[in-house]
């Protein structure tokens, strides 16, 4: 069993289900919107893909004042998580179940600092 499966395992408690193809859409979006992506190796992107398949399987995505999310929102924001911790041994989102997505800058209160 792989490093990623063992991986899955951990993070889902589950056993990992017979992947899907990656959506030609979301690679699009990696390809075109992703800054990293082009540097990557080709295991890198794999084990990204599959890292951003995870990330989008396990965390909801909520917009905040009207913002609507799409699937492009989603992709890039699991990618950019997923990229901090590629090579690493995944332990860092296993609490995280959700992500609140802003339609402009998000402002902490006085009182919250």
Same mark, same amino acid.
């Given at each position: ?99 609140? +997505? ?5 402002? +902490? ?5």
């Amino acid at each position: 069993m792989g490093m990623l499966s063992r991986w899955f395992r951990r993070f889902f408690s589950v056993a990992p289900a017979a992947p899907e193809p990656f959506p030609d859409a979301w690679n699009q979006v990696l390809g075109d919107e992703f800054p990293d992506w082009a540097e990557l190796t080709v295991t890198e992107q794999e084990t990204l893909r599959e890292l951003v398949r995870a990330f989008l399987a396990k965390v909801r995505f909520t917009g905040i004042h009207g913002f609507v999310v799409e699937d492009r929102h989603r992709v890039l924001i699991a990618a950019f998580a997923c990229r901090l911790i590629l090579g690493l041994e995944f332990r860092w989102f296993r609490e995280l179940t959700e992500v609140l +997505i802003y339609p402009g800058d998000y402002q +902490i209160g006085r009182a919250h600092v």
